[in-house]
């Protein structure tokens, strides 16, 4: 099965739903407590953008002003969905779900993990993180793989002949939204160590079962900070109420 069937067939118990917020950048699904007790819980998403059709025409997000009144379940399924932020709203309703337990997570920086691990590595991103120039001076070979390239980078169609070349490959967590990582999944090797990253990554251990070796994320702490700061377009250096967490896979030894 696909990532997405995987993680919708082990989600946590169903929960009711607060509140639905799509943001110009991110998109949040906050929960209210869990039927046993669990506390309210917010999860993030980066926000995928509409597709415009001809003339002024353009998708539309079914449900919209209701969303709210689905379960949490309800919307994670929308994960499947082919309307982009429908798909945000899934993604964070999974986040939402998947609390990690923090005494099984770090309080790690994704840039100082590569500067350290990668001093004397080949290391490939795809994505480009606001890290990567401080990488390039520090790294010895850097690969930075990008839908729409800065330069430097070199095209996301590269990725078949760099990834196997890889000792460390870093991931952005928009390519399970863009249904991109099991494609880049087979491309690594088996040795190389796998760091998922970026607000939409969720805590599943499932992912470990898919070569993933770091899952770097983030935990909403004030749900009702993150959402006004989403509402109102915040970028993500912006949302207020969110801590940076890292799980990492049982027993690797780092």
């Keep these: ?10 989600l946590p118990p169903n929960r009711a739903v607060r509140a639905v917020s799509i943001g110009l950048h991110w998109t949040s699904v906050w929960l209210e407590e869990g039927p046993s007790g669990e506390p309210a819980s917010c999860g993030l998403a ?14 539309r997000i079914d449900g919209a002003g ?10 994670a399924a929308l994960a499947r969905s082919e309307v982009g932020p429908e798909r945000s709203v899934g993604w964070a309703a999974i986040n939402a779900l998947l609390v990690p ?52 980078d070199l095209p996301a169609s590269a990725a078949p002949e760099v990834l196997p070349q890889a000792d460390i490959v870093a991931v952005t967590s928009l390519t399970l939204l863009n ?8 491309l690594w090797r088996p040795d190389a160590l796998v760091m998922l990253l970026g607000p939409s990554t969720p805590f599943s251990p499932l992912l470990f079962e898919r070569g993933v070796d770091v899952l770097s994320g983030a935990l909403v702490v004030d749900p009702q900070q993150t959402n006004t700061c989403i509402s109102q377009g915040a970028s993500f250096q912006q949302v207020k109420g969110v801590r940076l967490l890292t799980m990492v896979r049982p027993h690797l030894d780092l």
């Design 1 to 10: 099965m696909s990532i997405v069937d995987d993680v919708l067939m082990a």
């Design 46 to 59: 980066a926000t995928l953008p509409l597709r415009s059709g001809p003339g002024h025409s353009h998708e």
């Design 66 to 75: 209701c969303l709210h009144e689905r379960s949490a379940h309800e919307l």
């Design 101 to 152: 337990d923090e005494q099984q997570c770090v309080e790690l920086n994704a840039r100082d993990f590569l500067l350290e691990k990668g001093h004397d590595k080949r290391v490939a991103i795809v994505g480009h993180f606001p890290f990567v120039e401080k990488l390039r001076d520090a790294v010895p070979t850097l690969w930075v793989l990008e839908l729409d390239p800065a330069p430097g």
């Design 179 to 186: 249904n991109t990582f099991e494609g880049l999944a087979t």
